[in-house]
């Protein structure tokens, strides 16, 4: 059974940095990508980036490239999430979820397991 434990959330200032980290568990993921999505109040969930368990290729949503980075450590099954330069409108909850390599990076449907998620809040 795939579990996905994300931690790192919380309350900081605008322009500060935070890194969100998400425990996977539960298969191997040779031929799987991790993906960070994030939710806002009363908006859809929206992709954030994802990255290939594989051979780390990466792929990120526009609001978020050159401040944020994907990165995953094979050997501790772990994917991180460096966010730097937050911004107010960066605050959500940000959720960690894996899926088949083969389907689109960018979509929700291509991820069939998700953890709790962990809120991250960004004051101005």
């Known amino acids: 059974q795939v579990q996905l434990v994300e931690s790192g959330g919380g309350l900081v200032q605008a322009g500060d940095s935070l890194r969100l980290a998400c425990v996977a568990s539960?298969?191997?993921?040779?031929?799987?990508?991790m993906g960070w999505f994030r939710q806002a109040p009363g908006k859809e969930r929206e992709f954030v980036a994802s990255?290939?368990?594989?051979?780390?290729?990466?792929t990120y949503a526009d609001s978020v490239k050159g401040r944020f980075t994907i990165s995953r450590e094979n050997a501790k099954n772990t994917v991180y999430l460096q966010m730097n330069s937050l911004k107010p409108e960066d605050t959500a909850v940000y959720y960690c979820?894996?899926?088949?390599?083969?389907?689109?990076?960018?979509?929700?449907?291509?991820?069939?397991?998700w953890g709790q998620g962990t809120q991250v809040t960004v004051s101005s």
């Open positions: 990255v290939r368990w594989s051979d780390g290729t990466t």
């Open positions: 979820a894996t899926g088949r390599l083969w389907r689109p990076a960018l979509a929700r449907a291509s991820y069939d397991f």
């Open positions: 539960g298969r191997t993921f040779d031929t799987y990508r």
